[in-house]
């Protein structure tokens, strides 16, 4: 299994930025992790889980939600098998909680990371 851990979060203010961490662990993860493909997810209160990221196996291809095309960016580093999510440019409807995991979410949720924009 691959556990996987948030950090990176907190609280912003419209047209800042933050930049997000995974590092996944586990007795599976050095099999698992750099051979997936990974992506960013986020939950709003009271909103389901979207996807808001992807990223291919070396990187080389990368997608995003319409909500963030031009303000995220999705990166990995497989030899520190570690995800990260640069955010630029927030606004507060990308207030959530962030979560990484595969596009499929097939791996265990972290615990995710608080992201706050305020107006």
């Known amino acids: 299994q691959v556990q996987l851990v948030e950090s990176g979060g907190g609280s912003v203010q419209a047209g800042g930025s933050l930049r997000l961490s995974c590092t996944a662990s586990g007795p599976a993860y050095k099999s698992s992790f750099s051979i997936s493909a990974l992506a960013w997810h986020r939950q709003a209160p009271g909103k389901q889980r979207e996807m808001v990221a992807t990223i291919s196996r070396f990187g080389s291809t990368r997608n995003y939600a319409d909500s963030v095309k031009g303000r995220f960016t999705i990166s990995r580093d497989n030899a520190k098998n570690t995800v990260y999510l640069q955010m630029n440019s927030q606004k507060p409807e990308d207030t959530a909680v962030y979560y990484c995991?595969?596009?499929?979410?097939?791996?265990?949720w972290g615990q995710g990371t608080q992201v706050t924009v305020s107006s």
């Open positions: 995991n595969t596009a499929g979410g097939i791996w265990s």
